[in-house]
């Protein structure tokens, strides 16, 4: 009966040995899920962050977008006034040509009365 009495003590003391190790893991085991947990929160609250960040990103480049197409449209309407005044440039000079010519003729005349 001693040598039983001795087994089963053994055994419990295995059993117990076993039990103590599953505490211990499951100890480890509840410490990462806790980690787990709190690394979730900060992802969710980047997440949270980056997302702010793009929306505000977006309008920025909306916004950007919108202004670049109204200059543009400035440069178009720019570009036709440039030509314009280049055309009253030439049309000007062209004037201020034919009175100068017209000045000359009149001094070549006087002086050859």
Same mark, same amino acid.
């Given at each position: 009966k001693e040598s039983e009495s001795e087994?089963?003590?053994? #055994?419990a003391d295995g059993i117990e040995c076993k039990f103590i190790e599953i505490e211990d893991e499951l100890k480890e085991v509840g410490q990462k899920q806790?980690?787990?947990e709190v690394g979730e *929160? #900060?992802?969710l609250e980047r997440?949270?962050?980056l997302q702010k960040q793009i929306k505000e990103l977006m309008t920025k480049l909306t916004n950007a977008n919108a202004r670049s197409e109204n200059s543009e449209m400035d440069i178009g309407r720019l570009n036709v006034?440039?030509?314009?005044?280049e055309e009253d440039l030439v049309v *000007? #000079?062209?004037?201020? #040509?034919q009175v100068s010519?017209?000045?000359n003729k009149c001094f070549d005349d006087?002086?050859?009365?």
């Open positions: 087994k089963s003590v053994e #055994k806790q980690n787990l *929160e #900060k992802s997440e949270e962050v006034r440039i030509d314009k005044v *000007e #000079k062209s004037k201020i #040509k010519d017209d000045l006087m002086l050859y009365i």
